[in-house]
């Protein structure tokens, strides 16, 4: 029998990701072509992709009411993909950021709460021994003691991770230490993954 796998996106660090190979390769990634590759070999059951709402103001301007309507859209389209599972959580905060080089502030957009319900998720399907394997794409170290907890109910979890200090693509540390196993995605794997 062939191990059974859910995998789990952070889609903020997805967004990255995606933003990366459009920078380097001028093409973008696809859910299920990152989902068939990483699962290849392995019954694929679900892919679970996490992201908060577009920020919005208390009085949305027109350009955070159309950006909000587009994001619908786009969540919409990721359920249609067979075994995909668009998970709306948490929300968008605007942070104050300073730029050192053009010594400027200016309001940079943070999710929030989108880690805890990955932690969440994980911790509840590993407790229920859902499948054999999780596979996670974040670089969020908050995810580190979720993914403890998940091996101690006997799942293995592994982390697909970039790294490209250039562009500033990282993992933590501490959460690919604590994974059962982990793996880079370098330009290869991803240009292997883009429509």
Request: aromatic share 12%.
């Given at each position: 029998m062939t191990e059974t796998a859910i995998i789990l996106i952070d889609c903020g660090y997805f967004d990255k990701i995606n933003q990366y190979v459009q920078n380097t390769l001028g093409k973008k990634v696809s859910f299920e072509k990152l989902s068939k590759k990483i699962t290849e070999g392995r019954t694929h059951i679900r892919t679970k992709i996490y992201h908060a709402p577009p920020y919005q103001s208390a009085n949305p301007t027109e350009d955070e009411k159309e950006k909000y309507k587009r994001s619908q859209e786009f969540f919409k389209t990721i359920n249609r993909i067979p075994r995909h599972q668009f998970v709306m959580v948490g929300r968008v905060k605007p942070i104050p950021v300073h730029c050192p080089k053009c010594k400027q502030d200016y309001m940079e957009p943070k999710q929030k709460g989108v880690d805890v319900a990955i932690a969440l998720d994980l911790v509840k399907m590993a407790l229920k021994k859902t499948v054999d394997l999780f596979i996670l794409i974040s670089g969020?170290?908050?995810?580190?003691?979720?993914?403890?907890?998940?091996?101690?109910?006997?799942?293995?979890?592994?982390?697909?991770?970039?790294?490209?200090?250039?562009?500033?693509?990282?993992?933590?540390?501490?959460?690919?230490?604590?994974?059962?196993?982990?793996?880079?995605?370098?330009?290869?794997?991803?240009e292997d993954c883009t429509m």
């Open positions: 969020d170290e908050d995810l580190s003691d979720a993914v403890e907890m998940a091996q101690e109910g006997s799942c293995n979890v592994i982390i697909y991770y970039c790294y490209d200090p250039d562009f500033k693509m990282f993992c933590s540390q501490k959460l690919r230490d604590t994974a059962s196993d982990r793996m880079q995605m370098d330009l290869q794997f991803l």
